[in-house]
């Protein structure tokens, strides 16, 4: 992607999105469990000002996220609770005002990157464009965790299609992850946008394929629902392997949703 601004533009507007949904909570509703296991509404936003923070850092003070990269090294299964907690500790008001001034930070600064930058991260080096991916990514999916909370659903929109792109690209990564060796040969991915639009990825002649809505195929990617859940079709083995342990989000491979109906 060349031009990061389209994606910097929709992670704004992700944001804003999510925000006008926690703005006006009462203090007990802060404090609502989230379907994230030990997670509240306050700890789900406390992470994303947390990673908007570090990745801040990265775009802008090189030294400082080298330190923060040696703190999740020497602990690295408890620095993304624990960066959770500390900011869900706060009062709602003063975790709101974090948040938006740290996203707000972020995007000017991240539309101020040189052509071509690239930044470091806890895994491999990211361009600005892949940064600001993420960080909608992450949005849309501790999002979704709040307005599951608060029993509101928010209808899908074309911003997810940064998603779809970041679920494609991060295929090897989920087998790597897993200890599994990734296929060679590239898949054919045809996913249906909200708006109706189809969005390919991969040769039309691919042997293995993944087809289906859009919004089913980065619920899976986030790990939001089970793959049994979802109206996704895959043919081919590798395919349909890919689709039992997909992740767009680095660190090790994620525990996922239990499929309706199994939780308990």
Known sequence: MADPTPVIDDLCAESEELDLLVAELSQEQWSLPTPAPGWTVAHQIAHLAWTDHSSLLAVTDQKAFSREVEKAMAAPGDFVDEGAEEGARKPPARLLAYWRAGREDL????RAAPEGARFPW????????SMATARLMETWAHGLDVADTLGVTRAPTDRIRHIVRLGVRTRDFAFGVHGLTPPFEPFRIELTAPSGELWTHGPEDATDRVTGPALDFCLLVTQRAHRADLAL????????????????FAGPPGAGRPAKGTAG
């Open 107 to 110: 995007a000017e600064a991240l």
């Open 122 to 129: 806890y895994g491999p080096p990211m361009s600005t464009a």
């Open 233 to 248: 079709r895959a043919e081919g083995e590798d395919a349909g392997q890919w689709l039992d342990i997909a992740q767009a």
